[in-house]
């Protein structure tokens, strides 16, 4: 039963497995990038900036197009805390929170995480500061005294910081103080280091009984040192026969004097001796560029040591101190001042990398050593900020290092894409620049369209997905152009889509651009091809030239979708529908008869007078045929030539005839023209008519006989003259 349930169990994993895959981090389109600033973190615990910045899967900063929760966790809290959880806001590419340190050094690994993004880890190293004190330093003044003569001396408890320099406290601190062996000295309970200053002084005393005692200088969160002092039995009888330097061997180069030296004598056996009636002590040093003393001091009677002034300067270095009196042997201590705090600025801007978005970034200037470590400066410091191109990035002009801190920010406001640099400077302190190169955002534009070929008229639908390295752009501008004429102009949505509605006036193959811009963004574009068809309509009217239609003339149209034919109606006309737009061609019949009459064309109404017309047809289109209305005239005749048979033009006058007008038959017949018959009334051989209709004429003729009646007049004639003779001729024989 519980092998089933394994398998159960296995199959139900393997289903949710394939029904919801685990994204891989591959699949993940960004990241988040984390990072504490400055580079050097001070374990003061204090506050630093912590910036999460969201970018591309190459470190490309992105927008958020929607609120992004982050959450941030520290590996070591005993080196320093976060701020548990941000929020990098809709429209933006970074959000802050709050490193705080503790005063403990170390290392501790910042992450940070959100849903469905690659986490983004940055390690701390938190180190003292340099100027931060963090142990004591105890020094005697002198380690030696004489016991059973009531001899005292100081003790110096300096505050030490991590690089070993004197560094000042800045608030009061209580020093406890023990001695180790009361019998031998005893001390002071306690002194006080003030606020400003590194030091403070306190007195031991020295019994009557020789020995030696441990000094313990004890403060809270310092570390705590100690000083062995050596009580010596008073021998009066011995001279001194040397003299020696002791006391503090490093001092700030602060241009302050200091009393933390002295002079003490001593016998052979370097045993304090005390001083009968006042010695003089001659002291120099040797570079007074570094710090100087006076020219002696006097070591009083009854005592065996006395404190020497040393007035340091601003010049850092080493500079040897020499003490010397009349039958002593000298002495020589190097002594070293150093510079009150680090005087290196460093600076940088955070995040990175800067986008060049009109947004707002920290400019950080801390105080470091040569080392990098971080410094706290001892006084407030006015920084001065000046930007080189102030179009690329504009800077507050002055800001204040506060006393007692390792940082500060400046805000800058960055402008249009570009490299430049801001300088840095304070008086006193070495200068520095922070390189900026603010960079634009690029932007990627797909388009789809919702159909390749659309109709003139018809709505098509494109469609603008707008992004960044992967991520929606909401409100970029989206331009169509087409022929660099906007047609439309609008915003991507949350989704980073913008649906442009569009309908084409005219056809053909239009290249639509569509443009995507935003404030600090690169622009994109991308082209797409839509053809647009379009049909139209052609109507061919044929009339006469009275306007008149013309039925049953052949048209044949012919464009892209091939040729179709068509006759015109009784009045004239014809339609063809769905002709695809373009270069078309018409033809309409030359001529068209019907029984004796004709219709001949003479030319299209728009001049041409070919009997085809070559069009580019956008529209719809109707073209006028003018003819000619011609009638047909035949002129007969029996005999002769009749002329003027033919067609003409309606309306026109023509002239008709016959030759000739009379023709032999033979001797005694002749035909003689005599009228017109038919569609005319004329008896002259040449006749005008006007041809409104079809006209038939034929000649008339008659027979002419006159040469017949001649004949047979002369015929009587002679006739009557051979009967008259032949009548005479026999009255004559009568």
């Given at each position: 039963m519980k092998r089933i349930y394994c398998i159960l169990l296995l199959l139900t994993l393997l289903t949710i497995g394939t029904l919801f895959p685990l994204r891989s981090r591959a699949e993940t389109a960004y990241r988040l990038s984390v990072i504490v600033a400055p580079e050097n973190v001070a374990s003061d615990g204090g506050t630093y900036p912590v910036y999460v910045q969201l970018q591309s899967l190459d470190g490309k900063p992105v927008e958020a197009v929607k609120d992004v929760k982050v959450k941030l966790f520290s590996s070591n809290t005993s080196v320093g805390t976060v701020t548990p959880e941000v929020v990098i806001a809709s429209g933006t590419f970074y959000a802050r929170a709050l490193f705080n340190s503790t005063s403990i050094p170390g290392n501790t690994t910042i992450t940070a995480t959100a849903d469905d993004m690659v986490s983004g880890h940055f390690i701390v190293k938190t180190r003292p500061p340099i100027?931060?004190?963090?142990?004591?330093?105890?020094?005697?003044?002198?380690?030696?005294?004489t016991a059973g003569v009531g001899e005292e001396g100081y003790v110096v408890v300096e505050l030490y910081d991590v690089a070993g320099r004197p560094a000042k406290a800045f608030s009061e601190v209580k020093v406890t103080l023990t001695s180790s062996n009361t019998s031998v000295c005893y001390v002071d309970s306690s002194l006080t280091v003030e606020a400003g200053r590194t030091f403070g002084v306190a007195r031991f005393y020295a019994s009557n009984l020789p020995g030696h005692s441990v000094i313990t200088a004890l403060a809270q969160n310092l570390e705590s040192d100690t000083a062995e002092v050596h009580t010596l039995p008073y021998n009066g009888t011995t001279p001194s026969v040397k003299v020696r330097l002791f006391g503090v061997k490093t001092l700030r180069a602060d241009m302050e004097s200091y009393s933390l030296l002295g002079v003490q004598l001593q016998d052979a056996y370097g045993r304090p001796v005390i001083s009968e009636n006042g010695t003089v002590v001659y002291i120099s040093s040797s570079k007074l560029e570094v710090g100087a003393v006076g020219d002696y001091v006097v070591v009083p009677k009854g005592k065996s040591y006395t404190l020497i002034e040393f007035r340091?300067?601003?010049?850092?270095?080493?500079?040897?101190?020499?003490?010397?009196?009349?039958?002593?042997?000298?002495?020589?201590?190097?002594l070293q001042t150093v510079q009150p705090f680090p005087t290196i600025l460093q600076a940088k801007v955070y995040p990175q990398p800067i986008v060049s978005d009109g947004g707002v970034y920290d400019l950080i200037v801390q105080l470091v050593d040569q080392k990098g470590n971080p410094a706290l400066p001892e006084e407030d410091v006015k920084i001065s900020l000046v930007s080189e191109n102030t179009s690329i990035a504009y800077v507050e002009r002055d800001i204040m290092l506060g006393k007692g801190r390792t940082y500060t920010t400046a805000a800058i406001?960055?402008?249009?894409?570009g490299e430049t640099d801001v300088n840095v400077a304070a008086e006193g302190f070495t200068c520095t620049k922070a390189r900026i190169k603010a960079t634009p955002l690029p932007l990627d534009i797909r388009v789809a369209v919702s159909s390749e070929k659309v109709t003139v008229g018809e709505n098509v639908t494109i469609t603008a997905y707008v992004e960044s390295q992967g991520a929606r752009v909401k409100d970029a501008i989206?331009?169509?152009?087409?022929?660099?004429?906007?047609?439309?102009?609008?915003?991507?949505?949350?989704?980073?889509?913008?649906?442009?509605?569009?309908?084409?006036?005219?056809?053909?193959?239009?290249?639509?651009?569509?443009?995507?811009?935003?404030?600090?963004?690169?622009?994109?574009?991308?082209t797409v091809k839509v053809y647009i068809e379009k049909f139209v309509a052609v109507t061919v009217k044929a009339e006469d030239t009275e306007g008149a239609g013309v039925a049953g003339v052949k048209v044949t149209v012919t464009s892209a979708n091939g040729t179709i034919t068509g006759f015109t109606n009784e009045n004239g006309t014809v339609r063809f529908e769905r002709i695809r737009w373009g270069d078309v061609k018409i033809s309409v019949q030359e001529t068209l008869a019907s029984d004796e009459t004709r219709y001949v064309f003479i030319q299209w109404a728009h001049g041409v007078e070919n009997t085809t017309a070559s069009l580019h047809l956008e529209e719809d289109k109707t073209l006028h045929a003018i003819y000619n209305v011609q009638h047909h005239v035949t002129v007969e005749s029996p005999y002769g030539r009749a002329y003027g048979s033919g067609w003409y033009n309606k309306n026109s006058t023509i002239t008709v005839g016959v030759t000739p007008t009379l023709i032999p038959i033979n001797f005694f017949q002749k035909k003689v023209f005599t009228k017109w018959e038919g569609d005319i009334s004329a008896n002259t051989p040449t006749a005008q008519i006007t041809v409104n209709t079809p006209k038939h004429i034929k000649a008339a003729w008659e027979d002419d006989y006159t040469n017949l009646y001649y004949t047979i007049a002369l015929l009587a004639i002679i006739h009557a003259g051979i009967g008259t003779t032949l009548y005479i001729r026999r009255l004559k024989k009568k």
């Open positions: 100027g931060y004190p963090i142990k004591l330093h105890v020094t005697l003044l002198p380690e030696n005294l340091t300067t601003f010049k850092t270095g080493s500079t040897n101190v020499t003490a010397s009196a009349t039958n002593h042997l000298p002495d020589m201590m190097t406001f960055t402008g249009k894409a989206v331009k169509a152009f087409s022929k660099d004429t906007i047609i439309w102009s609008g915003r991507t949505d949350d989704r980073g889509e913008a649906k442009i509605v569009y309908k084409p006036l005219k056809p053909g193959e239009e290249d639509i651009t569509l443009t995507a811009y935003k404030k600090y963004y690169t622009n994109a574009s991308e």
